[in-house]
T-cell receptor, first 113, second 111 residues
C-alpha cells in the first residue's frame, strides 16, 4: 500500500490479558517508530527500529512492553498483562531513514477494562 | 532536558481571521522541526519540515517559520476545514531517531 497501516484499529481487552498490535510500513522505509498518545498528552516515544534491530528502546515504559520487526518490514508491539493505564492510542511511524520525515499510520486505540 | 512547548493549547477563530500558533523548543543539536496536522481519530498528517533558522515553507493557507528558539505556524484567512490539532515536533542529531512532540494546539474555525 501507499501508506503506513496498523491493525487492529480498535482493541478492547481485559486487565491482565496480552495484546499484539501490528504495523505495516511503507515499502523501502528502513526506520520505524512506535509512539503512544494518551488523552490530553503529547505523543510519547516508545521504540525505534533501524531495519530489524532496535537501537533505541528507551521509551518502553516497563518490561511488559516489547516489540519486534521482521524482514525489515512488519513490526509488532506486544503488551503483556495489560493494565488500565496502558489505555491509549498506539501510533506507528515510518521514515526512509533515521532523521527523515516520519509518516504516521492511523493508530490502534487500546482500551483496557 | 529536551523539550517542545506549544501555545496556545486551544484557539478559536472566525473564518477569515488570521492568526499564528507558537512552538518553542529547547533541543540540543536540533536536526529538524516538523509540523503535523491531526484530525480526531486519525494519525498525524505531515505538513512541513524546517531545518535552519530563517527558513520558511508555505502550503495553501499555512506558512511555517523557524528561529533559533521557536517556530510559528501562520494561518491566513482560515476556513472551517482547517479545524484540527496542530502538532510541532523536533528531531535531534546523534543516534536518537525519535521525534519530541509538543502537546499540540487545537484550532477551531467557525463559519
Amino acid at each position: 500500500g501507499a501508506g503506513v497501516s496498523q491493525s487492529p484499529s480498535n482493541k478492547v481487552t481485559e486487565k491482565g490479558k496480552d495484546v499484539e498490535l501490528r504495523c505495516d510500513p511503507i515499502s523501502g522505509h528502513t526506520a520505524l517508530y512506535w509512539y503512544r498518545q494518551s488523552l490530553g498528552q503529547g505523543l510519547e516515544f516508545l521504540i525505534y527500529f533501524q531495519g530489524n534491530s532496535a537501537p533505541d528502546k528507551s521509551g518502553l515504559p516497563s518490561d511488559r512492553f516489547s516489540a519486534e520487526r521482521t524482514g525489515g518490514s512488519v513490526s509488532t508491539l506486544t503488551i503483556q498483562r495489560t493494565q488500565q493505564e496502558d489505555s491509549a492510542v498506539y501510533l506507528c511511524a515510518n521514515s526512509f531513514s533515521r532523521g527523515d520525515t516520519q509518516y504516521f499510520g492511523p493508530g490502534t486505540r487500546l482500551t483496557v477494562l | 532536558e529536551d523539550q517542545v512547548t506549544q501555545s496556545p493549547e486551544a484557539l478559536r477563530l472566525q473564518e477569515g481571521e488570521s492568526s499564528s500558533l507558537n512552538c518553542s523548543y529547547t533541543v540540543s543539536g536540533l536536526r529538524g522541526l516538523f509540523w503535523y496536522r491531526q484530525d480526531p481519530g486519525k494519525g498525524p498528517e505531515f505538513l512541513f519540515t524546517l531545518y535552519s533558522a530563517g527558513e520558511e515553507k508555505e502550503k495553501e493557507r499555512l506558512k511555517a517559520t523557524l528561529t533559533k528558539k521557536e517556530s510559528f505556524l501562520h494561518i491566513t484567512a482560515p476556513k472551517p476545514e482547517d479545524s484540527a490539532t496542530y502538532l510541532c515536533a523536533a528531531s535531534r542529531g546523534g543516534s536518537q531517531g525519535n521525534l519530541i512532540f509538543g502537546k499540540g494546539t487545537k484550532l477551531s474555525v467557525k463559519p
